[in-house]
């Protein structure tokens, strides 16, 4: 069969007899009770609630690791690449599995066991997937905190999902620059206190140690034994928590569980990359992120694969960096964001071109939409037009891709994320809910759930399908707009509710803006996206200062530098404009249709201002907007 024969019998099989295809599936993971059952999940109010395989029981770290061990011990699992070039080295799957091992009786031994949470806060280093894995083996639940969050941001996720322990490393080091992790999280842990501390040495600088608390993994690590012994647990067991932004609110904890999660980025992985064995896949994302955790690594380790993990940045040393060391590194397979892309296309064609590319077979994009010309760039100018693209849609919600072409199985389209995965059922709504059909532009929600779907909202049982399935009942709402061709293509076009992605990370209006408020000066602040040619969108906050207070070049900076220190550097606003009013309704709503068409540079079309109680205010706006 050939990959478009197999793609259309998937297709086929999913929707005939769903139940009995998805069974078949379940076999591309070991268990220790093989599930009788696959789906048993609803989003109607009535009987909602999502479970996958649910009296299947199986470990995860057993599929990542001891299931390879027989066959594939001394194949390479984890390649790490340091900041600096070359500073990096191999470990195989006997070694991983030796270094979990004793993570996870090192996590026991401080007091951690099957349901306690676990926050990691670490650079992109081996250990990140280790003490990801270790959790794993033992049945704690692992809510891996992004580097580049603030202390404050650490604090609350630590808060949130009562982690009796945190995981962290003395300093990153990213661009040449060092990332006082330890420090910050000491802060964090003033606010959100946690019973024991294991801390990597990765840079060997001067960190505080707090006797009782605090531990060095590398002392642990001597203690403890090479064997333990996996937990057996439900598919349905949490295997993580991940906060993510939305439209409103502080981040939410989403929960992914083991069974249907692990199964989802298994077989995504699979036929999306279909690595063999001597390809290396390469991933560049953090696994502060979803991607890192589905394709850094439980995709790839899932199926037996070598996987890269990236501590530095595409520009350091030079615009070279991805292909210099995809080259050096035989790297096969590579997975990017279109922000990297096009942050690099920026910088010409010979950054490229002096590096042998000739390894590389497929090219992968994730986390935004990626615009016609930066597609055309990749597969030209890096993929030599020979390597397919594969553009993956997907969300921290869904687990794993939905919508992507399996190559050889789907033509591509620049820009398009082409068609649903097997068992993916996409649709297009209206604003009144009303499902469109053929070529047609619409929010996209997805009918049916998937093995991959988060299963809910940490901390707030309401919270996920309130979020998730009250705006088109019956259906999963992603947030998501989103144009239908005449060949049934799917073209996301980015987020339609409050949430903004900058160069692929996600960010809450909300968040930025009570960032700002919290300001001594500021008395309002409204935050909308703006388009922005590297990042995809861009932050633009409309600011309003308390009576009196002037307006300076210095306290743009200042509340700049007070974003970046409330939530982390990405929620940094590109434009601060400095706003005597904001255009309300008579109710006090803040009409963000307005802000969103200034920020835009579209002052025209801020349409209808009738309803707003002072219409006046839209002209200084546009003023303002102009100094801005
Ligand atoms: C995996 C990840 C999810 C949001 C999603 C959408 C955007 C992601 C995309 C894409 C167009 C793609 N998005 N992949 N848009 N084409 N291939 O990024 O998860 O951080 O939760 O972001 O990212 O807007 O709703 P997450």
């Given at each position: 069969m050939?990959?478009q024969?197999d ?8 929707d005939r ?7 078949e599936e ?8 093989f599930?009788t059952k696959a789906?048993?999940s609803?989003?109607d109010e009535?009987d ?9 029981e ?6 990542c690791?001891d299931?390879h ?10 390649v790490?690449e340091?900041d600096e070039p070359?500073?990096g080295?191999?470990?195989t ?6 270094e979990?091992?004793?993570f996870?009786?090192?996590l026991k031994?401080?007091?951690v066991?099957k349901?306690?949470r ?10 990140a997937a280790?003490?990801m894995l270790?959790c ?6 692992h809510?891996?905190?992004?580097g580049?969050f ?8 630590i ?5 009796k322990?945190?995981i ?9 620059k060092?990332?006082?992790l ?7 842990l003033?606010k959100?206190?946690?019973?024991a501390v ?9 960190v505080?140690?707090?006797?009782g608390?605090?531990?060095?993994w ?5 203690k ?7 937990e057996?647990m439900?598919a349905?067991?949490?295997l993580?928590i ?5 439209s409103?609110?502080?981040?939410k904890?989403?929960m992914?569980?083991?069974g249907?999660?692990l ?9 999306l990359?279909g690595?063999?064995?001597?390809d290396?896949f390469?991933?560049t994302a953090d696994?502060?992120w979803v991607?890192?955790h589905?394709y ?10 070598t996987?890269v ?5 595409p ?17 096969t397979i590579?997975?990017?964001a279109?922000t990297?892309i ?8 010979d950054?490229?071109?002096?590096h042998?590319r000739?390894q590389?077979?497929l090219?992968?994009?994730?986390g ?7 597609w055309?760039w990749?597969?030209?100018?890096v993929?030599?037009g020979?390597?397919?693209?594969v ?6 919600e869904t ?7 399996v ?10 994320a082409t068609k649903?995965?097997?068992g993916?059922?996409?649709?297009l709504?209206?604003n ?7 070529a047609?532009?619409g ?14 909202v940490?901390g ?7 979020t ?28 339609v ?7 692929g ?5 909300a968040?930025?803006e ?11 602040a409204?935050?909308v996206g703006?388009?922005?040619d590297?990042k995809?969108?861009?932050?633009y906050a409309y600011?309003?200062l ?8 210095e306290l743009?900076?200042e509340?700049?530098?007070?974003v970046?220190q409330e939530i982390?550097?990405i929620a940094s606003?590109?434009v601060?404009?400095f706003?005597?009013?904001l255009?309300?309704?008579r109710?006090g709503k803040i009409?963000?249709r307005?802000?969103?068409k200034i920020a835009e540079g ?10 707003l109680?002072?219409?006046a205010v ?6 303002g907007?102009?100094?801005?």
């Open positions: 050939n990959a024969q793609l259309a019998a998937r297709h086929e099989a999913v007899d769903p139940e009995s295809y998805w069974l379940a076999r591309r993971l070991d268990w220790d009770t599930p789906n048993r609803s989003f009535a909602f609630g999502i479970r996958w395989f649910e009296d299947g199986l470990n995860v770290t057993v599929n690791l299931r061990l027989a066959e594939r011990g001394d194949k390479t699992a984890i790490f340091g070359g500073e080295y191999s470990l799957y006997a070694q991983v599995h030796e979990v091992c004793r996870a009786n090192a031994d401080c007091g066991g349901g306690d676990v926050a990691i806060y670490m650079p992109m280093i081996p250990e280790f003490a270790a794993a083996r033992i049945g704690a639940i809510s891996v905190v992004f580049g603030s202390p404050d941001s650490l604090a609350d996720r808060q949130d999902c009562g982690a322990m945190l962290t490393a003395d300093e990153g080091s990213r661009g040449g060092r990332i006082p330890k420090a910050n999280a000491d802060k964090a003033e959100s206190p946690v019973e294991i801390m990597v040495k990765r840079t060997g600088g001067d505080a140690f707090v006797e608390r605090d531990h060095w590398h002392v642990l690590r001597e403890v034994s090479a064997d333990c012994p996996p057996k439900s349905e067991d949490p993580f991940l906060y993510t932004s939305g409103t609110g502080k981040p904890g989403v992914h569980t083991t249907g999660y199964y989802w980025v298994t077989a995504t992985f699979d036929m990359f690595a063999k064995d001597n290396v390469w991933c696994v502060g991607t890192g589905s850094v690594v439980y995709g790839p380790l899932a199926n037996g694969a996987t993990m990236f501590d530095g940045v520009n350091y040393p030079d615009f070279g960096r991805f292909w210099e060391t995809s080259n050096r590194l035989g790297v590579f997975y990017t279109p990297a096009r942050a690099l296309m920026r910088e010409g064609d950054w490229v071109k002096r042998d000739s590389i077979r090219l992968g994009t994730v935004e939409p990626i615009n016609p010309e930066a055309n990749y597969h030209e100018v993929g030599d020979r390597c397919e693209i553009d993956t849609w997907w969300q921290t687990g794993g891709a939905l919508i992507a072409p190559p050889g199985a789907v033509e591509t389209k620049p820009g398009s649903p995965l097997p993916v059922y996409p649709a709504v209206d009144e809910g009303k499902l469109l059909e053929g047609t532009s929010n996209l929600v997805i009918t049916q759930s998937w093995p991959g779907q988060m299963r809910g940490w707030d049982e309401d919270r996920f399908f309130q998730y399935f009250t705006t088109y009942p019956g259906r999963y709402f992603t947030g998501d707009g989103c144009r239908r061709d005449d060949d049934g293509y799917y073209w996301i076009t980015g987020r509710d409050d949430v903004i992605n900058v160069s990370h996600r960010m809450g209006t968040e930025v009570s960032a700002l408020v919290a300001h001594p000066k500021v008395a309002e409204a935050v703006m388009p922005h590297v995809g969108q861009g932050i600011v309003t308390n009576a009196g207070e002037p307006e300076s070049e743009r900076k509340l700049r530098q007070f970046r982390g550097p606003p590109d601060i404009q706003a005597p009013a255009p309300k309704t109710s009409m963000r307005i802000l969103r579209e002052p025209d079309k801020v349409g209808d201002t009738s309803t109680a002072d219409p839209v002209d200084a706006l546009i003023e907007a102009r100094s801005a």
